[in-house]
């Protein structure tokens, strides 16, 4: 009986250990899964932003792909949203105008979880190439998405922060 004093306490302690060391393995995975969640939230909200914008532009391209391109563009329940236009000369052009998306009779309402409402940049470029008797027109509509950013000071997509998302989708058109 003597040999074998304080032989309980140590199988407690490894008992002890081992059960934490579990404890901290899942916590770990959990707190990863949680990251990588959100990160999957937070681009899904940056493509169906870039999605939104890129219906806006098709459906104001006429408008749009002009020399003198019709302002304000409205879209869904975005009203006014003003349009810049670079002209690329006679024949040539970008229109670029930036909306914050979402639905609903409040857009000022429509906030992710940061805070900041998800918002595109819209850019409508176009080129008209005449070879003898035959005009093309050749259109690309650029939707950048951004999950967070809209600035409702100056109605731009222009907030920075650590966790904004990007994506972006092309569309064209000969």
Do not use: H
């Not at 806006?56 to 003198?68: D, F, H, R, Y």
């Amino acid at each position: 009986m003597k040999t074998q004093k304080g032989y309980t306490l140590l199988f407690a302690v490894i008992v002890s250990v081992l059960v934490l060391s579990i404890a901290a393995f899942i916590l770990s995975v959990s707190r990863k899964q949680a990251i990588l969640s959100a990160s999957a939230r937070d681009s899904v909200y940056a493509f169906y932003a870039a999605d939104s914008g890129l219906e806006c532009g098709i459906e104001n391209l006429t408008g749009l792909t002009s020399t003198n391109p019709t302002a304000p563009v409205s879209c869904a329940n975005n009203a006014n949203m003003t349009v810049t236009y670079e002209s690329g000369g006679a024949t040539a052009g970008t229109s670029t105008f930036n909306m914050l998306t979402g639905t609903g009779s409040d857009l000022n309402a429509q906030k992710t979880q940061s805070g900041a409402g998800s918002c595109a940049i819209v850019k409508v470029a176009f080129v008209v190439v005449t070879n003898g008797s035959v005009t093309s027109t050749t259109t690309t509509v650029l939707s950048r998405g951004y999950n967070i950013g809209w600035n409702t000071s100056n109605s731009t997509c222009s907030l920075t922060g650590p966790r904004k998302v990007e994506r972006a989708i092309l569309y064209t058109q000969s």
